[in-house]
């Protein structure tokens, strides 16, 4: 039986350890669910999990799984979506899980396979928290108000949603299929696609509000201040997004891993990032993003999302 230490002053996560000897395929989905429901993020830790264990594991909490399409991921499991994380040795800024698209998924999960000496801890922070101690102008100017992403196409990704590679304007007004985007044409010809979220939001099992997307990566690890935009299509301004970056830091805690560790957030309310890496070789990380067997689907998430509908793999972008 599974032995759940709740949050605390300095760690917004649970800690989740082995009454015995036992592995954590051996724990109850129907704790787990609970578990998650309540604190939104839960670090697995003493059951010794290997990459066969994470991959159970992770198909006991999710239905379904998506691949996360940036380049530079190693495979670790290609049949059951299972890849490594980012490379590099740089830090991250706070994000949920590719919040930079309308697929975000519900959950996110990490394993430990081999820890790293020193560096490379991953950070996390409640978003219902960073919302609340955000400074009041902006909060207020983020109330109400949406963000919008505006990126470009490739032609696979025309094909994919739109079934050709030289649609119409007619297509591009009416897809063919569900489809989570809005496609436009530009004046210069080019076509460009788009969706919007609140830039405050609910979580799936929160009441919220959370601050959750993808802000402070694309401002402070991809030097962009103009994505997402506000929804009269201004960038967000630069001083609340200073303003939020501060808060977020304040409440960041840290998990500096132990092989065999599992973390498992609500992608929905946590956002998550990492510190340096003195030496990418020492650490090796294995990333499963997924929709819960239990979802209770946000309204804002198009009829019959594809990747509700079995494993979702992206159009990869051109290199």
């Keep these: 039986m599974a032995v759940i230490n709740p949050p605390a002053p300095g760690r917004p996560y649970a800690v989740v350890t082995p009454s015995g000897c036992e592995g954590i395929g051996a724990i109850d989905p129907a704790f787990v669910e609970e578990a998650y429901k309540t604190h939104g993020a839960l670090l697995l830790r003493g059951f010794g999990a290997d990459l066969d264990a994470f991959r159970t594991f992770a198909r006991t909490v999710c239905a379904t799984a998506v691949i996360n399409e940036t380049p530079g991921r190693a495979v670790l499991d290609a049949v059951h979506a299972i890849q490594g994380v980012d490379g590099g040795t740089q830090p991250f800024a706070l994000h949920p899980e590719l919040a930079r698209e309308p697929w975000k998924p519900d959950a996110a999960l990490f394993g430990c396979l081999s820890p790293p000496g020193t560096g490379g801890e991953t ?104 994505f997402p935009l506000l929804d009269d299509l201004t960038p967000v301004p630069e001083a609340w997004l200073q303003a939020i970056h501060a808060a977020g830091e304040a409440l960041t805690a840290e998990v500096r891993w132990q092989a065999g560790d599992v973390l498992l957030l609500d992608n929905t309310r946590f956002l998550h990032g990492r510190r340096a890496i003195t030496d990418a070789a020492e650490r090796t990380i294995a990333t499963f993003f997924g929709y819960l067997r239990f979802a209770v689907p946000d309204a804002e998430e198009m009829p019959d999302a594809p990747w509700r509908q079995g494993d979702f793999r992206p159009p990869l972008p051109p290199v």
């Design 123 to 226: 950070t996390l922070c409640d978003g219902i928290a960073l919302a609340d101690a955000l400074p009041e102008p902006v909060r207020k100017g983020l109330a109400d108000r949406r963000l919008v992403y505006v990126m470009g196409v490739w032609p696979e990704l025309l094909r994919f949603w739109l079934g050709t590679e030289t649609p119409g304007d007619a297509l591009l007004a009416s897809p063919p299929r569900p489809c989570p985007y809005r496609f436009f044409r530009m004046p210069d010809g080019r076509i460009a696609r788009e969706f919007s979220r609140p830039a405050l939001h609910r979580p799936m099992f929160s009441a919220g509000p959370a601050f959750g997307n993808f802000l402070l990566f694309a401002r402070f690890n991809n030097g962009r201040g103009n």
